[in-house]
């Protein structure tokens, strides 16, 4: 095998696009084995602009035909983990789209089975992994440049959907169809991107807002509060109804700060000794000093490094890598098994919110399935 | 009377910048009336620097000696309610320190006892309130100009203290001395300006770190969730511990966004409408477009301030408007009354820490006391 033939599961925007990008040659390991889609309509799409590839309505035949070598799922979350186990269970390598899942329980399953198929390829769509700019974040932190961190901030609002996105089909943004709202469709890279440069929280405070700014059910802006455990903190911010949107990401460590602006711009600060050590040696008087006469730099460098970025790039950029460790053992930059603490925060701080304290990481899946099957059955109560 | 001849409580640090300001005539409409330490060693040093002013050691002699129209309280915060009613008492006008007080027990009687003197000019020293940026950006708020407020966001920790500055006195940074840290020490004037300006917050949750990073008993560290009743929410950080402080306040509206960073710059993206009506007649392509072409001008105005400042303009602006008052019944930018406010907040966010739950606002004031009391006598008994 040359090239990885994938087969793409819903032919929607997001697996269109997955097409084009294949299609123009821009996933060098990669051709299209086969097209899915459960809309019957989609054919005449897909023939048209892909004639020469196998269609299917059905994914398990498409599993079974042996036209494709791997897949990748584009269909609403709750369906990602049956459709990765179904795939691993034929042999075929799976690339599941974030998140894994909307529920741990879930995406456990699909990782303890994936954990039987070793010989397999089981990725996750964390493109936002291949973004250079977090992945010099992550090398700094793990470097240890900035020392220990102490507290992280992120508010990221640049997703503005508007009430008409919500309203394009009648299972977006609902308990049953999506099974939540900004935490499970837009955030779940941040959520991701924050564990992975900053670690696993210990517990969560959340005020999430349902429908606040627009009609859905689901939640639409959410205010966390972090806490890593080891006297670390934090808070995440995040919505959809900022037009004018935020993406501002600080960390501060014992040892400097860095600050993301826009995914484009970070700031590095690098304190030349460990705070803890000024503290012990510097008066205020000696700081304001340093300060008053533009001499700050004697105690800390600054790096500004500024990245220019692609959309699509990354995505592609997953996908060769999935092809690469498929082809060559090429490694994993986003292994599947990595999806579930992205859903574990985002089950968390719904969960914190719905019973109004904070949350132990991880929280009870029981419980927390419990809490969304009630939430289902309300909003069914009130379609009805 | 021309001028207010003031009385300063306390030669210390602060009080001696005040006199300074005056001595230097930055204060148009006031002269030192006396200066009072109940350290007799200040008297020296207060003879030498200001050899025609009058000194005492004990501040009620001072005000029974005729020598003062006002007074203004540069003493520990436990003080300032009692000195401020034993002034008024006397019919002399009072201008205390902030914070008003630690609990809002006794800041509510000092605010009931000013009441019933409303003849006297009862100000309180929050000086960034004549700060040229800050009266900009509450103007941009009062006017509507964005709209309702949707969320705040402030992190400001731009006041590093090292633990020398903790090590100077006995008093300094336990709770029998100051009644807490960086929220009643650092704080107070963002407490202020926060509320001034956005409203006062009717829940908060908050996470408090004591003794973090430093060596202290009270709070060098705080992470504070506001819900201000009406939909709106806001996150406020601050900490002593970050020598590379951020101050950057973000207030995101239904018609714009404010973004104020390091108190110097004001960056207002005014909506040219309320971001529902985007919502509900354009789409996301509508956005992509507009954005991808470098034309999202069509839908917004911004406009950056820059401001200078000087360190100490803001404390004499303060005076003279304080002075303004009781010369010329000038309306005072700070009334004392106001002071509460603050203190209200900086309580609900240490009673939330400690009862680990979210706390309404206004907290029971005998729960906050006894809750006070504890963290006193927790602290004797560790001296002991």
New interface residues.
Partial sequence: MTKVRLGIIGFGTQGGAYAGFIQEGRVKNMEIGALCDTDPAKRAVANEKYPNIPFYENYIDMLDSGDVDAVVTCVPHYLHPEMGIESLKRDVHALVEKPAGVYTKQVKELNEFAETKPELTFGIMFNQRTNELYQKVKKIIDNGDIGGI??T?W?I?TW??????YDQSAWRATWEGEGGGVLVNQAPHQLDLLQWICGVPKKV?S?V?YG???DIAVED?V?T?L?YGN?A?G?F?T?T????G?D?F?I?GDK??I?VDDSKKVTI?R?KQP??E???K???QD?AKLSAGGNMGE??DEEVIEFESVWGAQHTAVMENFAGNILDDEPLLAPGSDGIHGVALANAIHLSSWL???VELPVDEDLYLAELNKKIAEEKQMDN
């Fill in positions: 102490r507290r901030n508010i609002t503005w959907r508007p009430q008409g996105y405070y005020n807002k606040y700014q627009r802006e205010t509060m806490d006297g903190t808070v911010v919505c109804h900022d037009v004018l935020t501002r600080e501060l400097g700060k600050v600060k304190l705070e803890s000024l503290s012990d510097m008066s205020m700081m105690i800390y109004g304290k904070e």
